[in-house]
């Protein structure tokens, strides 16, 4: 194949899935990983698409390899993030079970719930004194403390928190994608939202609508595995699934 038509072929290819690998891409053009990676570099250069580690995304479909600190991004989209809190929060029933993921969002739900028979479990170390405050039983997980999310992580965590089984869970995201999920810049975070998200019955994803069409580098959620709440979609990808609760 040449060139010119292998980078067509890429282009292509990427638009059409939205995110691409370079093992796949090498199965599907019979391409050495070299050569791969030169076609990705030579595409990116030409704006056609935007390489990332491992593979290559679509323009326009934001990649993320950072977390923003808690202080940074409570100010983001404040207005949607209490919206989608302040109904979130009237998700919890009496005497649930209750496990709250560290976030901006999530900390903003804590202002609404009233449900006093509710138990909370959370990672997030302030998000715990809140909810410790305003009367609530909470448990926070024992590991490492990571500040810039003010998050409990780390392999103790997600030990810890296969013990407890959740009546009903909130998680935050840094990005939403169809093919690649709910995704996170940090593994070890990562890894304490799978694992609590296997523990618990009632699954919701909380975000606004920015995070749609980002991608973070991994994934600890499939699309379709929570229901996510979420302001008003402009994005027409994501119009119709079933699995998205627009407030």
Known sequence: MLLEERLVRITNIVNERQSVTIQELMQVLGTSESTTRRD???????????KVFGGAIAKGIVFRTKDASIP???HYNIKEKTKIAK???TLIKPNDFVYLDAGTTTGLMVNFITEKSAIFVTNGFLLAKKLSEKGFTTYI???EVKYPTEAIVGIEAEENVRKYNFSIGFWGTNGI?????????DVKEALVKRAAMAQTQQKYIICDASKFSQISCVTFA???SATIITTNLEDENYKNCINIKEI
């Open 177 to 185: 994608h169809k093919d690649k999920g709910c995704s996170t810049p």
């Open 141 to 143: 997980l024992g590991g």
């Open 222 to 224: 499939p699309f379709d």
């Open 87 to 89: 109904y979130a929060s």
């Open 72 to 74: 940074i991004r409570e």
């Open 40 to 50: 990705l570099t030579t595409l990116d250069e030409k704006g056609k698409l935007t």
